[in-house]
């Protein structure tokens, strides 16, 4: 605007015709440049999923596929390999079932309280502190799990290894538990206050009013609650490294040391191994394992939401 | 029907009454509950470590010896670390929302971004560190170094500052715009002049939520080649790296008591840094949320 001050347009036309260039040019290429940084998102996506199909393709050329997922011995680290995943996955699916059964109740729970008991203040307060737990890094729960949680568990039980997989589940549980109490307590909150009053007024008392109205309404927002937290957990990585041990087992026992798919990626990371061997490609087949899981069940939270959303005017 | 009688009703009442009153009572015991954890955790944390936390451990090398152990390099690493996946995410995350708000519109290309995003929100962060394996580290042979690093981090926290950006200048009003635009205005310098200055509070508040993510992340750095024993200062973004919860991860893993002790100062050390990072975060977000005039 400044420099057109004291120079006189020569036509009106040729005017328009340099200024739009001038001013066009400049938002073009930051327009460009914007999009750039916008696809860095897709480009991220493209190349985590091509890295992993590139690499894992390398090992399913040796490895048969049928091998794989039927197969419950995991040795590939060991002069006779073996390659049945199910041994990973095992550890992650005992890991991961332990943690919910810890998160649910607790987490549901506490968003009752929260949404339905609390006073306005309390929840302002509590909300904010249970939050902190998903803020601590998972290194820290790792910690507390391997030196605090496995001691008090062998001190009931003496036959409970000092790796294991029940006191990665409670830590992990801890961990998880926020992100059931945050989220189904915002579904609960959604619910409209005519739903609960008109509850009220047919003469419920505060528990069927939470259990029979106000459950069922959120009952989406809960249901995608369970599946990201699922979904957290199995993706979940140090506390199972240090807690649980790096022993693939076929089991659902949660007092002998197991291992999940994560703690073998760092296992394997941890060591020197060359890159293009088959032992370096193993963690990538189980990286695409890992991803295809939490890929589904978040796509399926996501459908949850929006497939069974109660809409309220 | 059958009719019932008042003794009925008052028995029933009561007994609804006190089932009422249970159901209070365990939901109030879960939240108890979840804060006692909390707690103990702490408390535990503090019992553990405290006694080493003092200005030797913040200065000192990793050393064979427990009690000589420190985190000087750790912590220099993770401060390294922090800068360069906060300066990545910062730029692409800004300059994503700064699209996918003022410029995509309801363009196709901003419905696939925002599932993505949604998407790689979910994405267990080990998974990010292969991608900097292969990528960084390998492909565009930056070795296992504090840039790879970085740059690995910066992707990890992306979607979180793209969200929080997003949400900023979707508050500005868009009466701001239409002013300016009236005035001749084009869109950058609208966006530049009066758009990002308002949202810039929001835009620091998700920064340094990403930045404290950031900083607590393990696995990725594993996998991308993080050291446990580094003792030397980094000195280029070429170097090799520790990073804090590395370091916390390594003395945990050892059967030494004096390790684990350091272990728990190291992490008193990242709590009080990620509760500083978080009250920034607090008090920035009351001081500007006074709604802007516009």
């Known amino acids: 605007m400044v420099e057109l001050a004291g120079r006189p347009p020569a036509s009106s036309e040729g005017y328009r015709r340099s200024h739009d260039w001038r001013r066009r040019l400049p938002e073009r290429i930051i327009g460009f440049s914007l999009l750039l940084c916008a696809s860095a998102s897709i480009l991220t996506t493209v190349g985590i999923v091509s890295v992993l199909i590139f690499e894992a393709a390398h090992f399913f050329g040796q490895v048969s596929i049928f091998e794989y997922l039927g197969g419950t011995r995991w040795t590939p680290l060991f002069a006779s390999k073996q390659f049945g995943v199910l041994a990973l996955l095992a550890g992650t699916i005992l890991t991961a079932g332990g943690s919910m059964v810890v998160a649910l109740p607790l987490g ?72 059931v109490s945050s989220l189904s307590e915002d579904a609960m909150r959604a619910v409209p206050r005519s739903l609960r009053e008109g509850a009220y007024a047919l003469g419920s008392t505060k528990l069927e009013v939470s259990t029979r109205v106000v459950i069922p309404a959120a ?6 609650s369970f599946i990201l937290a699922a979904s957290r957990a199995i993706g979940e990585t140090m506390i199972v490294t240090i807690a649980a041990g790096q022993n693939p087992t076929f089991t ?29 490609q193993t963690i990538f087949a189980v990286a695409l394992s890992l991803f295809v899981i939490t890929l589904g069940m978040n796509s399926l939270s996501q459908f949850f939401v929006r497939r069974f959303r109660e809409v309220y005017q | 029907m059958a009719a019932i009688g008042p003794t009925e009703f008052t028995q029933g009442m009561a007994r609804r009454k006190w089932r009422g009153r ?31 936390v003092n200005w030797e451990f913040l200065t000192s090398f990793p050393s064979r010896h427990p009690e000589q152990a420190g985190i000087h390099s750790a912590l220099l690493g993770s401060i390294y670390l922090v800068i360069i996946a906060g300066f990545v995410a910062f730029v692409l995350g800004v300059g994503a929302a700064i699209y996918l708000e003022e410029y995509a519109g309801r363009h196709w290309i901003n419905r696939v971004i925002q599932v993505n995003i949604s998407n790689l929100a979910g994405v267990p962060s080990i998974v990010y560190g292969l991608l900097g394996l292969e990528i960084f580290v390998r492909s565009l042979g930056l070795g296992k170094s504090l ?27 868009s009466s701001v715009r239409e002013g300016a635009y009236g005035l001749g205005a084009t869109r950058w310098q609208t966006i530049w002049h009066l758009v990002l200055p308002q949202a810039f509070p929001g835009i620091l508040t998700g920064m340094i939520l990403a930045s404290s993510r950031a900083i607590g992340e393990t696995a990725p750095l594993i996998v991308v080649g993080a050291l446990a024993f580094v003792p030397f200062t980094p000195d280029s973004p070429f170097s090799r790296f520790s990073a804090l919860p590395i370091q916390i991860f390594n003395w945990t893993a050892r059967p030494q008591a004096g390790f684990h002790e350091a272990a728990a100062a190291g992490i008193i050390v990242l709590l009080v840094v990620l509760l500083a990072m978080n009250a920034a975060a607090v008090i920035l977000r009351n001081k500007f949320q006074s709604p802007p005039e516009g």
């Open chain 1, 108 to 179: 549901v729970l506490s968003a009752i309280y929260l949404s339905e008991y609390a006073h306005d203040g309390v929840r302002r307060v509590c909300k904010p502190i249970l939050e902190v737990l998903a803020g601590i890094p998972t290194v820290v729960y790792g910690y507390f799990a391997l030196l605090f949680v496995t001691p008090l568990i062998r001190g009931i039980s003496e036959n409970v290894a000092v790796f294991n997989g029940i006191s990665a589940s409670i830590v992990m549980g801890i961990m998880i538990l926020p992100m």
């Open chain 1, 219 to 224: 009952l989406s927002g809960i249901v995608a």
């Open chain 1, 252 to 280: 659902l026992n949660p007092f002998i040391p197991i291992e999940t798919m994560t703690a073998y990626i760092v296992q394997v990371s941890q060591g020197d191994t060359p890159t293009g061997t088959l032992e370096y």
């Open chain 2, 22 to 52: 249970a159901f209070h009572g365990l939901c109030l015991l879960a939240v108890v509950m979840a804060l006692g954890m909390l707690a103990v955790l702490l408390i535990y944390l503090v019992l553990q470590g405290w006694a080493r």
């Open chain 2, 147 to 173: 840039l790879a690093g970085g740059f690995t981090l910066g992707l990890l926290v992306l979607p979180i500052i793209i969200i929080a950006a997003e949400e900023a200048i979707k508050a500005v009003p």
